[in-house]
């Protein structure tokens, strides 16, 4: 059986986070917890929280009450929203996909905003639980890190109740500051300062196990969110017809000896397949019959490949042979 990839490549996502601590915007490598510096907030704001509305970065910003635009570049000000007055203490920010938001503080009060109006509203109180970490995952389900990071929480949207998803594990005692957030893929992330340079743990959003993954180098990490990206690519598409090989594939003709090399365009479309002794005088190019129904199937296929990857199997379809790129094997 023939199969297309569709793995187009995914760019890849930044993680940034507010530090307080250190008056700059960071961003976190998610493999070893190290932080980076990107640059320094504007002189007086209280960068607590941070996410991204609509592709923009923004900052909840305590000391100024206001919604904050970034630059992710730099960490400096573009402009600032004035939504009304915060709850006071830490918490968190996060932004919904619809671009509405949400400001939970230490002390468990949850406001929602919308910084188009500008304007905000409180809208419950998940008391006496203490509000350290929000992130919204893929399906706009609201998830809350409590302060030490030792429990994970859902948040219903219209009774604003916390539901219990378990203990992370993250032993600490007294006040702390952290943040939350989700990958494309749905890995959960989080930041935990007890004291010191900030940790960074992976979460389990079924179980709310949570894994050390490294210190992040920065004291008072609060704020963590993923630069918008795209979910992983579907796994490859299966084309009836056998395996590419004498016999195997309807239409083919002469792959049955020779070598092995590599099907498709450039390296989108990618298979093994085996080569028959008739190439040109570098032995790198091989030239087969497919039937026209085989090249329709992949054509139909086609899901994510790209203008030129579109183009070239377009010429497939249209052609009465595909060219096949391969190298020889060695002796």
Request: charged fraction near 15%; include cysteine; hydrophobic fraction near 40%.
């Amino acid at each position: 059986m023939l199969t297309i990839s569709t793995n187009m490549a995914v760019g890849q996502q930044i993680l940034y986070a507010s530090g307080p601590g250190s008056g700059q915007l960071l961003t976190i490598n998610p493999i070893t917890g190290v932080g980076t510096a990107v640059g320094p907030f504007a002189p007086g704001m209280g960068p607590t929280a941070i996410d991204f509305r609509f592709g923009k970065l923004y900052c909840c910003d305590l000391f100024g009450q206001r919604i904050a635009e970034l630059d992710p570049a730099t960490g400096s000000t573009i402009t600032t929203h004035n939504i009304g007055a915060f709850p006071g203490g830490e918490g968190d920010m996060a932004i919904r996909s619809d671009g509405i938001g949400y400001v939970g503080s230490s002390g468990g009060a949850l406001i929602e905003f919308d910084i188009s109006v500008p304007s905000s509203k409180l809208v419950g109180n998940v008391g006496p639980l203490r509000i350290d970490g929000l992130a919204f995952n893929s399906a706009d389900v609201l998830y809350m890190l409590t302060e030490t990071g030792s429990d994970l929480y859902t948040i219903d949207q219209t009774t604003w109740t916390a539901t219990l998803v378990g203990k992370t594990g993250i032993a600490g005692a007294g006040a702390g500051t952290g943040g939350l957030a989700f990958d494309a893929a749905g890995n959960l992330y989080a930041t935990v300062d007890l004291g010191g340079p900030s940790s960074f743990y992976k979460i389990d959003p079924v179980t709310a196990v949570g894994t050390l993954i490294g210190p992040i180098g920065f004291n008072l990490v609060t704020g963590l969110r993923f630069t918008p990206g795209a979910p992983p690519p579907p796994p490859p598409i299966p084309i009836p017809g056998g395996g590419i090989g004498e016999g195997n594939y309807p239409g083919s003709k002469g792959l049955a000896n020779g070598g092995e090399g590599t099907f498709g365009f450039g390296r989108h479309l990618r298979q093994p397949f085996l080569k028959s002794p008739h190439r040109d005088s570098h032995g790198n190019f091989r030239v087969f019959n497919v039937t026209h129904q085989q090249r329709m199937q992949a054509a139909e296929a086609d899901s994510g490949l790209g203008v030129v990857g579109r183009a070239l199997l377009s010429l497939a379809v249209l052609m009465p042979a595909a060219v096949v790129f391969g190298r020889r094997r060695p002796a």
